[in-house]
């Protein structure tokens, strides 16, 4: 295996007026279903790929900055950034990116005439924003407590002691911004970290004397907009990406006249009483959607209600989520996805956690456990919905039993535990029980998650598509492009949520393979399998 930093596809893309342009024949299928038969009618749609090719210097904002998450994420770009090393007693560690699939992965491009595949860094697939360097990439953000940032780091106990000894000094400069705060929204046993949120005085100041209506939401809203203008002129930015990783939240309920329409939920931001059910994560997305910033939601609520999900659409403004996928529910769509394409049945699924951070203390709340457990299970079903030779789909849809604990141990720290149990029927109602035990800190896996989120959702403002007599236009708002990064994918109304991390991986990867001009990933591998094409490549003697 040879890994090369760059290539060119010789006859490929066009560069012209600042973007890059490729061609791309699209094959399409389309079923029509006859009780139990089938005709498939293949078609090629022409379709034209273009990104501009200036990265623009972007700030990633995160909403729960002094979270574990949060602070991980800083502290390893600024490793990352400043080339770092620190000591432990396993030896001098450097700074990396692992976890992170724009920055520690690759793509095949194809064999040389040895017969050697040659990969390429994905990241050399278009342009994208690089974190390592802080002239193209910073990271900022709210938090309702106003520890700053060395302190919180020291607090979520993720990084290791003589890295955090490095980054103090800088670190303890940076404070989050105030935020909205709502406990009706998250666990009671956040209470006391709320010393950092949004008051009336704040946003007097912020947003100048003559601001006065302070009925309903709306004010907060102006608040965070304003916060993520002087942000981003502070820091020189070109693009923001706001990105909550803060509190999981409980799920608001969807009320007709409240927030089921773009309309009801402008309408219910303005008013005393159903202002009430919009959450503190629905009040960022908001002002992301109207500064047309991308807005990705990394906790499970359901923070994009339909009100809100329209009035992204209508503008135009990307949104994402749900859910980082990290650990548990990622091996999950994993192994079901294998299980059931390999034609064995999974019947019993049980999932069991335990962590001792500040989000397992939330989790111990009723209603926030709840939001988890909804984006956990619904993790197999298209999976399951794949295959009727399995699973019965007459009358009540058969499938797998699934059960989804999670506790608070304090003593473990960021350092969760899962452990999952996967009893599967096969052949001749044989039974097949796998049991996993996975041990490991939570925020060192999803923070190159959360970077990624943020350097492909910048990634999708610059990327557009058109048809041979059709306009250039970006992908849809509701970033699907994004579901291998999430438990619970946001996908546009009346499209199917792919949910099997293959799957997803082979969306992402090959989307940009056409944009860079590069044939899909089939796997085919003819010229090893064909004798005469062996030939002609000299792997056969002619
Ligand atoms: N770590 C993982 O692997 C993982 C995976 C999937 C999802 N998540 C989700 O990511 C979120 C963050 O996880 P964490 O471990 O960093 O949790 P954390 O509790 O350490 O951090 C959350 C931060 O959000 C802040 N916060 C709460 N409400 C806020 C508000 N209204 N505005 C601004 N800040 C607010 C808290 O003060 C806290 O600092 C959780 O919802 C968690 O479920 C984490």
Redesign the pocket.
């Known amino acids: 295996m040879v890994l090369v930093k760059s290539f060119k596809v010789a006859g490929g893309p066009q560069e012209e007026n600042g973007y890059t342009t490729s061609k791309y024949n699209y094959e399409t299928t389309s079923v029509e279903v006859n009780g139990d038969s089938a005709v498939v009618n293949t078609g090629v749609q022409e379709l034209e790929f273009r990104m501009k090719q200036h990265v623009p210097k972007t700030g990633l904002m995160l909403?729960?900055?002094?979270?574990?998450?949060?602070?991980?994420l800083s502290a390893g770009l600024l490793a990352n950034q400043q080339g770092i090393e620190w000591e432990r007693t396993d030896g001098t560690c450097r700074p990396n990116f692992f976890g992170s699939v724009t920055q520690a992965t690759t793509v095949r491009l194809g064999t040389n005439p040895e017969g050697e595949d040659i990969y390429a860094p994905f990241s050399a697939l278009v342009p994208l924003v690089r974190p390592e360097d802080k002239s193209n990439f910073v990271i900022g953000?709210?938090?309702?407590?106003k520890d700053n940032m060395a302190d919180?780091m020291k607090k979520?106990g993720v990084i290791d002691v003589t890295l955090q000894q490095q980054l103090r000094e800088q670190m303890s400069k940076v404070t989050?911004l105030p935020?909205?705060?709502?406990i009706e929204?998250?666990a009671e046993n956040?209470k006391d970290?709320?010393d950092n949120?949004i008051t009336k005085e704040y946003a007097k100041e912020i947003l100048g004397q003559d601001f006065s209506d302070f009925s309903g939401r709306r004010w907060y809203v102006e608040v965070i907009k304003k916060q993520i203008e002087q942000y981003k002129a502070a820091n020189e930015c070109e693009q923001i990406v706001v990105l909550?990783?803060?509190?999981?939240?409980c799920f608001a309920p969807i009320l007709d006249g409240v927030n089921t329409t773009e309309a009801e939920l402008l309408s219910s931001l303005c008013d005393d009483e159903k202002c009430k059910y919009i959450a503190?994560?629905s009040l960022?997305a908001i002002a992301a959607i109207e500064l047309n910033v991308p807005f990705v939601n990394?906790?499970?609520?359901n923070t994009l209600v339909p009100g809100l999900i329209e009035y992204a659409v209508n503008k135009g403004a990307m949104i994402g989520g749900d859910?980082?996928?990290?650990?548990q529910?990622k091996m999950k769509s994993v192994l079901t996805d294998f299980l059931v394409s390999a034609g064995i049945k999974p019947t019993c699924i049980a999932s069991y956690n335990h962590l001792g951070?500040?989000?397992?203390?939330?989790?111990s709340s009723p209603a926030q456990f709840r939001s988890?457990e909804i984006t956990k299970a619904n993790v197999v079903d298209d999976i399951v919905a794949s295959n009727d030779i399995l699973y019965k789909r007459e009358g009540e849809p058969e499938k797998p039993d699934h059960c989804i604990v999670i506790k608070y141990l304090k003593y473990v720290g960021?350092s969760?535990r899962a452990m999952d149990e996967y009893t599967s029927e096969i052949f001749l109602r044989g039974k097949n029980t796998i049991v996993l035990h996975n041990t490991c800190e939570?925020?060192l896996?999803?923070?190159p998650?959360i970077m990624d989120l943020g350097i492909l959702a910048e990634m999708l403002t610059r990327l557009e598509v058109r048809t041979p007599n059709g306009e250039w236009e970006n992908f849809h708002p509701v970033m699907n492009t994004l579901s291998y990064l999430c438990?619970a994918p946001r996908v546009p109304d009346h499209t199917p949520i792919i949910n099997a991390l293959p799957a997803q991986r082979a969306c992402l990867e090959n989307i940009l393979r056409c944009v860079a001009g590069l044939p899909c990933e089939t796997n085919m591998r003819l010229e090893n399998r064909v004798m005469g094409m062996m030939r002609e490549k000299g792997t056969l003697p002619k």
Do not use: C, H, Y
């Open positions: 909403v729960g900055l002094g979270g574990s998450n949060g602070t991980t953000g709210w938090d309702i407590n919180a979520a989050p935020s909205p705060f709502d929204f998250v956040q970290r709320a949120v909550w990783t803060a509190n999981t939240e503190p994560s960022f990394g906790s499970p609520q859910d980082f996928k990290s650990g529910t951070n500040n989000d397992g203390l939330n989790l988890k960021d969760k939570d925020s896996l999803a923070a998650i438990k």
